[in-house]
């Protein structure tokens, strides 16, 4: 089944090839959306085989972003996407990025950052990235509130070291503010924009650095808890004074052995404002944004079967973090009530439709949640309902065979009675 996926999608990829652009100042800043306009689905699926590519029928603008390895081989590397203001459903070229990590959607989801480049939703262009960073690894992080600039990760030559960079998408202006070692870049835990835009928090060791977006670029470096990082992109709280880091820790916890605390400390001191939060049984956690009642909410990842408890150590102990072999469903729950505002609709034979996804930033900003409508025939149910009738086929057969001879064995026990002789 998994051969005539990757056959399918390649055909309909070979014929539906993306149209590249190269930069011009296009692009300015997002304007407000519409009061209403946009809706959180509850619960997302898998695509369909026959889900439109994002080049055959742009979607325009999308609430949720998302990934998995469950729905598409891994060699077709595809996005999902889901719109805006309704159910319908895309999908778009990747490069294999987790969505969250290296694939994020612009504050009014018109715009999809991945490493290959900037995806517009509305008009099926994908505009690479300038030629500075050609051959180069970049991962998107995080949009501006404005939409105006994105902060990335990027390789920094065979230095060993990664660069958080700001680009400028309308001109394709590179900015340059800081340089991290090589086991420090965490992407989806590493940059977030404080609600006004003028600062960037960035994870610098066991700190979090706060540059002003000025010609000066000041930076203060604001000490963590141990064991913490900067808990995501929507990491600043709504006024700008604080910002949520997060830890893990070992645990007794049903299921799964490791309890994540999200703590919220102020902006430049670093002290405990007294709030925080605990999840239990979870393999990470990653928060997104706030909702308008003030709530923050955070992406939350089951563990894959065997997956062994992960914590933020070296590069190559938090990978795991990253990957998603790793994870066998996410969703998006909100800190204060637990509340699962967005969950994958489960595939019938097992495994998760989503296992990480982004959020557009007006779409949380907006508070509003609908039912969702995921596609019907998912891969899963295109294997499910033939096992379906096949089992329900043999169950008939072996039914009717069975009630067969128990009518032969009666009427047998008859005949035998009926031929003893009178006495």
């Known amino acids: 089944m998994s051969a005539l996926v990757g056959v399918a999608t390649a055909v309909i990829t070979w014929f539906s090839m993306p149209l590249l652009i190269n930069w011009s100042p296009a692009d300015g800043p997002e304007q407000p959306p519409a009061q209403g306009s946009a809706s959180l689905p509850a619960v997302v699926g898998a695509p369909s085989l026959w889900t439109p590519l994002l080049e055959q029928a742009p979607i325009g603008s999308a609430s949720v972003l998302y990934t998995s390895n469950t729905w598409f081989s891994d060699r077709d590397l595809l996005a999902g996407l889901v719109g805006a203001g309704d159910d319908v459903y895309r999908v778009y070229t990747t490069d294999g990025e987790a969505a969250g990590m290296g694939e994020i959607l612009s504050p009014d989801g018109t715009r999809a950052a991945s490493s290959l480049g900037i995806h517009d939703l509305a008009t099926d262009v994908l ?7 050609k051959d180069l690894w970049v991962r998107p992080q995080a949009w501006s509130p404005d939409g105006a600039t994105i902060a990335v990760l990027v390789e ?11 680009l400028v998408p309308g001109t394709g202006e590179i900015r340059e503010l800081a340089r991290i070692g090589g086991d420090e870049p965490l992407p989806g835990w590493t940059v977030a924009f404080s609600p006004d835009g003028t600062r960037l928090a960035v994870q610098n060791g066991a700190a979090v650095r706060v540059i002003t977006l000025d010609a000066a670029g000041a930076g203060v470096d604001v000490p963590l808890p141990a ?13 700008g004074a604080n910002l949520l880091v997060v830890s893990g820790a070992s645990c007794g916890c049903a299921g799964y052995p490791v309890r994540w605390t999200v703590t919220e400390i102020a902006a430049y001191a670093g002290t405990p404002t007294g709030r925080s939060w605990s999840r239990d049984g979870v393999f990470a956690l990653r928060v997104l944004g706030w909702w308008p009642s003030g709530e923050p909410v955070a992406a939350e990842y089951t563990a894959a079967a065997g997956t062994p408890p992960t914590f933020f150590g070296t590069g190559e102990e938090q990978s795991g973090l990253t990957s998603q072999n790793a994870v066998d469903e996410a969703r998006l ?12 609709a489960g595939m019938p034979l097992g495994g998760g439709d989503v296992e990480s996804f982004d959020v557009a930033d007006r779409v949380l900003a907006s508070g509003a949640v609908r039912a969702g409508d995921p596609p019907l025939f998912t891969m899963g149910l295109l294997v499910f309902l033939p096992l379906t009738v096949i089992g329900i086929s043999i169950a008939a057969v072996l039914t009717i065979l069975l009630w067969w001879l128990i009518i032969r064995w009666w009427a047998i026990i008859g005949d035998h009675e009926s031929a003893r002789p009178l006495r």
């Open 127 to 133: 505009r690479e990235y300038p030629p500075a960073w």
């Open 227 to 239: 064991g913490a990082r900067l808990a995501g992109k929507g990491a600043w709280s709504s006024d």
């Open 333 to 344: 729950i909100g800190l204060d009530s637990g509340r699962v505002l967005l969950a994958g």
């Open 156 to 166: 920094v030559g065979d230095t060993g070291s990664t660069g958080v960079d700001l």
